[in-house]
C-alpha cells in the first residue's frame, strides 16, 4: 500500500526511529512501527481488516470518511483513503496518515 502524510511535521516524526520514540514513547513507537510495516506490507486496507489486533473501524463525526487502527491503549492510528471506495476496502491502495490521537 502508499501511504502519504498530513503534513511535513507529522513525516517527519515517523521518518526514524529516534523521531518516533520522542513523539510517543519507546512502547507507543513500537507498536507505531508494526502497525506502518503491516500498512506498506498490506495490498489494500481489506488486509488490514484481516489482522484482529488492529481492529480497523471506519469513524465518523469530525472523522467522516476516515479509519482507526489500534496502538496501545487508548490511541489510534487515524488514516484517510485517498482512492477508491470506502465500502470496499480491496479497492483502497493509497492512504494519508492523518494523526495519532486519543479520542475517547
Known amino acids: 500500500m502508499k501511504i502519504n502524510?498530513?503534513?511535513?511535521?507529522?513525516?517527519?516524526?515517523f521518518e526514524t526511529k529516534k523521531e518516533l520514540e520522542k513523539a510517543?514513547?519507546?512502547?507507543?513507537?513500537?507498536?507505531?512501527?508494526?502497525?506502518?510495516?503491516?500498512?506498506?506490507?498490506s495490498e489494500s486496507l481489506q488486509d488490514i481488516k484481516h489482522i484482529p489486533s488492529s481492529r480497523?473501524?471506519?469513524?465518523?463525526?469530525?472523522?467522516?470518511?476516515?479509519?482507526?487502527?489500534?496502538l496501545l491503549?487508548?490511541?489510534?492510528?487515524?488514516?484517510k483513503p485517498e482512492d477508491g471506495e470506502i465500502e470496499d476496502l480491496r479497492t483502497i491502495t493509497l492512504i494519508e496518515v492523518v494523526k495519532?490521537?486519543?479520542?475517547?
Do not use: W
Request: aromatic content about 12%.
Open 24 to 41: 510517543y514513547g519507546t512502547r507507543q513507537a513500537r507498536k507505531l512501527t508494526q502497525r506502518m510495516n503491516e500498512l506498506y506490507a
Open 5 to 13: 502524510f498530513k503534513s511535513k511535521k507529522l513525516k517527519k516524526k
Open 100 to 104: 495519532v490521537e486519543d479520542y475517547h
Open 56 to 70: 480497523l473501524h471506519q469513524l465518523s463525526g469530525n472523522y467522516k470518511n476516515c479509519f482507526a487502527i489500534d
Open 73 to 79: 491503549h487508548p490511541y489510534r492510528l487515524i488514516i
